[in-house]
């Protein structure tokens, strides 16, 4: 993989990347400002009673160069992602450009740069790292940490070779290559690909927490906090002229596109007409050495200006509250999304679902252990891939692997365990992948381990879009694991924004939403009675959710679903399984029970006829030859 695909996957994965120089950056094109500060260290080593070697003082400086941003400023991607768009820019200009990975809260990422064997014992007496990320540097490691949910800013604990990279910083990213010539590598099954970064436990927590108290401002800066507004911005424009410098004296090979990006939305910014800015632009791309090509500007400023007028707010016209005629058809046919998802094993649910899930609605999924809720609706998945419909799947509990095996297991013939305990040969793998239905289920079903804010998702739904003209079906497994910008300590709260957000995004792109929920640990009890109050979230699903079942083994009593005697036995033995609907809305179905069947050899979940014991509230009309 090239650099750009690498840093375009790491931004995927919800990591806010920049590109830093690299040494055959420097050997290729070598910066003004660097070469200056080089010869100013050599003289000053020159001077020196006890001089280093002039190759040791020009590894130092390369060194440290390549651990720096390569475009003119960074500040803006700590608190947003940077697009597709500009990442492709950066490494297409310079195709071996290192990649950084900014730490702190925008990547949910904490990074402790142990850079000795005693680094690495101090953490070891103290408890140790998780199973978590980890970099191989030149002289240590750098261990990836979930962010801890406070700021902390970067520090250095030369005593311990301890550096704490956080808020205000970033970490440099395999593979990039070192100063030294060492390239950084991922620890072999600790790439971020492979693993999430873990949770930080108390040790570390502690840490962190007297880093962060030991950075609060002293009595000097907090005495410049007191200054007014005027006074600091008067203060900013005299110490920086950021933008006047630019304008007057251009910028070298290398800084010249991502300048450009900054220097039109600042413009553009100001309100001013886009032909001026253009305008502007061609005169201060002059003055570069050398100038950007004609034709790429162009496309730049196409691209910032497309970016900047989506970011305007749009005016409101109170008329488009107004109903029309034309407005009314476009949502009655044109708008109406149905996503058939029987494939040849389901297709009495999906009868009872009113023949597919509908775009716009929020389905929510809660079952007892062992209930096979996750076989389920990994199947449902693969049947929609099937006809040609993108998946978007968010495994936060069995994970990309399971679910791989599992749809393996439904179309190859060999069981789950065969590939759960690397039975087969690699031919016999490669054989299983060129299977059809395998081969179109791979192409679509995206699967998504990393936990990301749900206010990111649009990005990836924009760009599945793009590529399959259609937005995708969400699935997400499973509710609690989710988390979106706003931090509280309070679980309803929390579940409560979650499942707004959940909703929202079902009708902004007009898809269907399926999510599993976890049920109160009483409610699956034998002989308890099933409800839509045995979900832990009992209150605002009743509100958000447009449909709501549970998996479940349960004998009808008095109208009433319960939970049988032994239904671990059953579940496990026979695989008999209940999907009791609670509730429908906006034509999602009927309530009542549908019997299933599963086969966890087979990873196969599929319709189960119960002859002469139909359910009284879910029973099928048979056709009369009279009708």
Known sequence: MTNREIAS??????LSVIPLWSPQMLKRNHPKNFNFKLNKKIAKNAESETPLPKQDII???????????????????????????????????????????????????????????????????????????????????????????????????????????????????PPSVHGSGNIYEWEEGHSIHEIDPAPCTPWMIAYLDDVAKSNKPTAKKKENLTKTKAERTQHKSETKGEYHDILKNGCREGERNSTATKLIGHLLKTKMPPGEVWEIIRLWNQKNTPPID?????????????????????????????????????????????IPFAGKNLSRLETQMNGGLIGGRFYLLGGIPSASKTMLINNLADNICLNGQPVL?????????????????????YVIEDFNQNRLGKNEIKTVCEIPEIQKIMALKYVVE???????????????????????????????????????????????????????????????????SELARDSYKSGQRLSMASFKESGTIEYEASWLGVLAAVEEKDGNYQVKNNWERIIEQDGNVDLIVFKVKRGTGITGKIPLKVDKDKMTVKDRIDENKFDSVTKIKNHSIYD
């Open 393 to 413: 799947f968010f495994s936060y509990d069995d994970g990309k692997t399971e679910l791989r095996y599992r749809s393996f297991a439904r179309f190859s013939g």
């Open 450 to 516: 990393k936990r990301v804010n749900i206010e990111k998702w649009s990005g990836y739904i924009e760009q599945i879009k793009n590529r399959h003209k259609k937005a995708p079906v969400i699935i997400i497994d499973y509710l609690r694991k989710l988390r979106t910008d706003i931090k509280t300590t309070d679980e309803r709260m929390r579940v409560d924004d979650i499942l707004s957000n959940l909703t929202e995004l079902a009708k902004k792109y007009n898809i269907p939403v399926l999510v599993i």
């Open 59 to 173: 590894r130092k400086a390369i060194t440290e160069k390549c651990k720096t941003p390569a475009i003119w400023s960074w500040a803006e991607y700590q608190e947003r992602l940077p697009t597709k768009d500009e990442v492709s820019q950066w490494f297409d200009e310079n195709p071996d450009a290192n990649i950084g990975i900014i730490t702190g809260q925008i990547s949910n990422l904490v990074a402790f740069d142990l850079d000795s064997e005693g680094a690495v014992g101090y953490a070891e007496v103290e408890g140790g790292f998780p199973d978590t990320v980890k970099v191989k540097t030149g002289k240590g490691y750098h261990v990836y940490m979930q962010y801890p949910g406070f700021e902390v800013r970067g520090s250095v604990n030369k005593k311990l070779d301890i550096d704490i990279r956080a808020d205000g910083g970033y970490v440099v990213a």
């Open 9 to 14: 996957s790491y931004l995927e994965k919800g």
């Open 294 to 338: 004609g034709s790429e500007l162009s496309r730049t400023f196409n691209s910032v200006s497309k970016l900047e007028s989506q970011n305007k707010e749009k005016k409101v016209d109170v008329a488009d509250f107004l109903d029309t005629t034309k407005k009314i058809i476009v949502d009655y046919d044109e708008n109406y999304v149905k």
